[in-house]
């Protein structure tokens, strides 16, 4: 289950349409007393809540949906038929059946004689709504929702964390939108209500039909946010994810260490995978210049692919590899909307290039006949390569290289360069690139 919900519906503006109502709504509305028992829906709640979902089938996306299934009471229905509204009110304005409904539920948290904040710590709600009153562009009405259990640990459960959050974040959800800072507008309010805290922020440009918000913005929008809000919790699985991405990595080198040892041996432990190894072994003859992966063509790619996946089937391997997927699934139930993941092969994980260019070099050496450049020496009293002397460089493409909670693109990018200082003869990049 996802634990940040963001919801982007818009206003359009003009040819009679106003969002001023809207801002005048989330700004004063009353509030709804949360019934303390269970009691079930009324057949009014049931019936709007079927006519809800019908017209508008996205309602099945908010938390409040979930509740009420779980838990069909009047104030899971009160709950969900006042967000359903909210999230599509453009659209509910003239149709039957939900006009008298809207303004009757819960009321903001006032921060003074309304809830509205924004930019400014003085808002004047008549001019703000005024101005959107006489707008003719998109104005969107952000509905962003947390669980209440996490908004009351964060300190997510008043107004003012709010306030602090959409201003520090202003200028990335403008980006988000397509608006440049200096043109973007926004306000919000925050209402504290039954078991998922929101707020609703109000944004548009001061240039009609600038902005423009794709899915992906909205993506971005939830992801900066959810960074924030979750940011001590998500550090905490990061550092867990990438320990336990170096055991797996070290799992991986270990047994194919041992397998090319058993190949050098004669002694058969692993007959596909030693096939597969001999064949990238001839094969890495045609290939000039570097030997890493991401030099290789296509078929040898596939191969090694092949290989590492064959590696991951041992037990050792198979259980690290576990182990940093569930991490990995708990990083992702930040972000999604907490769908079934399947693991995918090894192969397929972008983060494990090392085990990949760990296959190619030991298939090299078998070629060359030569022993791994992990020998003994390197490994005394399992100590690897002192890195004094090395270049800052080096120890900082290293940490970002190697670190998941930089994004993939600067991890990649970071692992490129590292090879380029490789090739002009920085010895410590050699090592790295050597044990990668």
């Known amino acids: 289950m996802a634990r940040l919900i963001v919801k982007s519906p818009y206003i359009k503006c003009g040819a009679g ?15 709804v007393e949360i019934i303390p028992d269970n009691r079930p829906p009324t057949q009014k709640q049931t019936q709007l809540i079927a006519k809800l979902v019908k017209d508008f089938p996205d309602a099945k996306e908010l938390m409040e949906y979930e509740d009420y299934l779980s838990h069909p009471t009047k104030a899971t229905a009160s709950a969900l038929i006042t967000l359903a ?15 008298k409904y809207i303004a009757l539920r819960p009321r903001a948290e006032r921060l003074g004689e309304h809830g509205l904040f924004g930019d400014d710590d003085a808002v ?19 509905i962003i929702s947390l669980h209440r259990e996490d ?35 926004w306000y919000a309010a925050f209402h504290d209500e039954g078991n998922h805290p929101h707020v609703h922020m109000m944004a548009w440009s001061t240039k009609p039909n600038q902005a423009y918000l794709s899915k992906d913005g ?50 058969c432990i692993h007959p596909e995978a030693e096939q597969m190894i001999w064949k990238l072994s001839k094969q890495l003859s045609t290939v000039a210049g570097k030997k890493t992966y991401g030099y290789l063509p296509k078929p040898m790619k596939k191969l090694v692919d092949e290989i590492v996946d064959q590696m991951a089937r041992l037990p050792t391997v198979d ?21 079934k993941r399947l693991r995918p092969p090894l192969s397929q994980q972008k983060e494990f290039r090392q085990i990949k260019n760990a296959v190619i070099k030991e298939a090299e050496h078998l070629r060359m006949n030569r022993f791994s450049f992990e020998d003994e020496d390197m490994q005394d009293d399992g100590e690897r390569i002192s890195t004094y002397g090395m270049s800052y460089a080096c120890q900082d493409l290293q940490s970002v290289a190697n670190d998941d909670r930089f994004p993939l693109k600067e991890r990649d990018e970071a692992a490129e360069q590292l090879e380029q200082l490789a090739d002009t003869g920085d010895a410590y990049a050699q090592y790295i690139i050597g044990t990668a």
């Open 17 to 31: 349409q106003s969002a001023g109502g809207y801002l005048k709504y989330i700004a004063t509305r009353e509030r």
């Open 319 to 339: 259980a690290c590899y576990q182990t940093w997927w569930e991490l990995q699934c708990q990083v992702e139930d930040y972000y999604s909307e907490g769908k």
């Open 85 to 99: 509204l909210e999230s599509n009110w453009d659209r509910v304005q003239g149709m039957e059946g939900y006009a």
């Open 124 to 142: 004047d709600l008549a001019a703000v709504t005024d101005e959107l009153d006489h707008y003719t562009g998109n104005v969107w009405t952000h």
């Open 218 to 267: 909205i993506r971005q929008i939830k992801s900066t946010l959810t960074n924030q809000i979750f940011r001590q919790e998500l550090l905490h699985v990061y550092e867990q994810k990438s320990k336990s991405r170096d055991e797996l990595v070290a799992e991986a080198r270990k047994a194919m260490l041992e397998l090319a040892k058993a190949m050098r041996e004669m002694t």
């Open 151 to 185: 908004a009351e640990r964060l300190g997510y459960d008043h107004a003012d964390a709010w306030r602090t959050l959409l201003r520090t974040h202003r200028n990335d959800i403008a980006a988000a939108m397509k608006i440049p800072p200096e043109d973007f507008r």
